[in-house]
């Protein structure tokens, strides 16, 4: 685990979903990246049922219960602006005893998946997103293994994320903020992951629809 | 409103749905090293434990009349240690000749910013203690001797007044559902602990 950047790839002009995809995978091989299995990262939201808002005079608020192929025994738990839990997976038992008075939104379980590339310090992986039966776009994540201090080594991070994704390349990611001298967590990489998720949420089902 | 209740099925939803099976009792002060002297022979060889956690009891309350119950706890002494979150439904009414307390556990090991998350997710914090004590182990058994202390000022676990005289015993295995011979077990070890202990089961409805 790793100082981790996570980000959108716009899908490339003229291009389906599946084609950008591929035409990253083959810029990753060209650099000489192997593939290293697959990777899942998924979301799902929660809601606060009706029924508790009336005591607690408070607007519903949106919990997002998230899953990371890369820690398969841990559970993360966030709110949006607010902490991200950290658990085991029994987390899920617990909120299907909680169905009371939290519910899940089924329509809106987001999730990306595809390949993961090891390149010597680097991995990356590139994963199609999903919701439902469309793919909504394409996320990119990119971990400098050995280092867990953001700036310490962003710079090489972003020289490494620009060879194979030229002008696509992101800024600083948000959650290296403030903090930094912190220690990266993985519980960073899962905000990164909330974020780039409702962004795609909020964009308009149009004409990225559709695995063509 | 409490989960549907959890029948014999160990399974539901894909999830292995797990019990605890629970005897308990206690002893006055003066008695308690006899009770360890002979917890020591009876269980398991291991280097005696001692613990103090801290535990939070939050409710979350809806309109439905019975609000959703969570524990909290955290060691004080093991630095480092994850925090535990359980959640314990309703005592399974069946079987009279059931010898223990049957019900329904979930075990959570969380991150250390548990209270902040629980508040943002709507509950309040009704109670909470500090338990001092002994942990032995037999098998599967768990046998915890400890003594509850009342913190004195919310959130300051230093200052603290013990709340009884004695120590709590309790007996407990966390199992999937469905394998009622736990409870024989128990109740046979619970026989070998006599007259020190006697542990048995207490159905915390009746003591309300």
């Given amino acids: 685990m790793g100082v981790t950047c996570v980000s959108q790839m716009p899908v490339a002009e003229g291009k389906s979903v599946q084609q950008t995809v591929e035409l990253l995978t083959r810029e990753l091989e060209m650099l000489g990246a192997e593939k290293q299995g697959t990777f899942c990262v998924d979301d799902e939201t929660y809601h606060t049922a009706a029924s508790t808002l009336g005591s607690q005079g408070q607007a519903g608020k949106l919990m997002y219960v998230m899953h990371n192929s890369e820690y398969p025994l841990s559970c993360f738990a966030l709110f949006e602006n607010g902490p991200c839990l950290v658990a085991d997976t029994n987390f899920d038992v617990l909120m299907v005893k909680l169905k009371g008075f939290f519910q899940s939104a089924k329509a809106s379980k987001i999730e990306t998946r595809g390949t993961r590339y090891q390149y010597y310090d680097f991995l990356v992986k590139v994963g199609t997103v999903t919701m439902g039966p469309s793919a909504r776009g394409i996320s990119v994540e990119g971990e400098y293994g050995p280092s867990v201090v953001a700036s310490d080594c962003w710079s090489l991070l972003l020289e490494f994320l620009q060879s194979f994704l030229g002008s696509n390349t992101p800024g600083a990611p948000t959650v290296f903020g403030n903090r930094h001298d912190a220690v990266y967590s993985p519980a960073d990489t899962m905000l990164q992951y909330m974020g780039l998720f409702n962004k795609i949420r909020r964009q308009q089902q149009g004409p990225v629809a559709g695995i063509r | 409103m409490e989960a549907p209740p959890v029948t014999m ?200």
């Avoid at chain 2, 535990?55 to 002494?77: H, T, Y």
């Avoid at chain 2, 009279?96 to 943002?120: G, P």
Wanted: with cysteine.
């Fill in chain 2, 9 to 208: 099925m160990p399974v539901t939803g894909g999830t292995i749905n797990m019990m605890e099976y629970l005897l308990q009792g206690s002893v006055l002060d003066h008695s308690l090293e006899s009770l360890i002297h002979r917890l020591r022979g009876l269980c398991d060889n291991m280097e005696p434990e001692t613990f103090v956690d801290h535990e939070m009891v939050f409710l979350l309350k809806g309109q439905q009349a019975s609000p959703f119950v969570l524990r909290a706890r955290r060691s004080l002494d093991r630095a480092g240690a994850p925090w535990h979150l359980r959640y314990l439904g309703q005592p399974e009414m069946g079987d009279k000749n059931r010898h223990a307390l049957v019900r329904n556990c979930v075990d959570i090991a969380t991150s250390e910013n548990l209270t902040d998350f629980l508040m943002e997710m709507g509950f309040r914090m009704d109670h909470e203690f500090v338990a001092r004590g002994h942990l032995f182990r037999k098998g599967i058994m768990k046998i915890v001797v400890y003594k509850i202390f009342r913190i004195l000022v919310p959130g300051n676990t230093d200052n603290t007044e013990a709340l009884s005289l004695s120590y709590l015993v309790e007996l407990s295995v966390v199992a999937p559902a469905g394998q009622d011979m736990v409870s024989d077990d128990m109740r046979n070890f619970a026989e070998q602990l006599k007259p020190l202990v006697h542990l048995e089961k207490i159905d915390p409805k009746r003591l309300m």
